[in-house]
């Protein structure tokens, strides 16, 4: 190990240091400054981001997600839900309580993506989940979160 005062103030080559003129300026310009997101940016974050999770996970989405912040709560609901196939016929078939129960056991069982969705957005930990569906029209989903 070589002492700090005994270090070359450089252990960089010559060739690899940048003059000041040949730095890429930042992009955003040094007049412009973001503050943290507004209510209504997080609503539509969190929107997109349930979508985006209910999509990759059964492979259909919902027509629209809206989100709602409040004093310690996160609701997201999922208007204009897409079934799938073998939903599609046993809801046919009157089997609508089953297809709910089963998609209720499935976001339960993926609440971790969800409430990781919620706490990057809200920057608040998730310390309680429900969901439920309803699968007859007007299909819908309503994801509720508890805050700390």
């Known amino acids: 190990m070589v002492p700090i005062a005994q270090r070359p103030e450089s252990s960089e080559p010559e060739k690899l240091r940048l003059e000041a003129s040949q730095v890429p300026e930042d992009p955003s310009g040094t007049q412009e400054t973001r503050g943290p997101p507004t209510p209504a ?3 539509e974050e969190i929107g997109r981001e349930v979508l985006s999770i209910l999509e990759q996970s059964y492979g259909r ?5 809206k989100a709602i912040v409040t004093d310690g709560w996160v609701i997201v609901v ?3 839900l897409e079934l799938l196939p073998n939903e599609q016929f046993l809801v046919d078939k009157g089997e609508q309580e089953a297809v709910a129960h089963v998609r209720t056991m499935y976001q339960h069982a993926i ?3 969800f409430s990781a969705a919620i706490e990057r957005s809200t920057g608040r930990r998730v310390i309680g989940f429900a969901s439920t569906t309803a699968v007859e ?7 509720i979160f508890k805050l700390e």
């Open 41 to 43: 940016e997080v609503e």
């Open 61 to 65: 989405g919902a027509a629209t997600a």
């Open 78 to 80: 999922l208007d204009g």
């Open 111 to 113: 609440q971790a993506n």
């Open 137 to 143: 029209e007007p299909r819908f989903m309503a994801e």
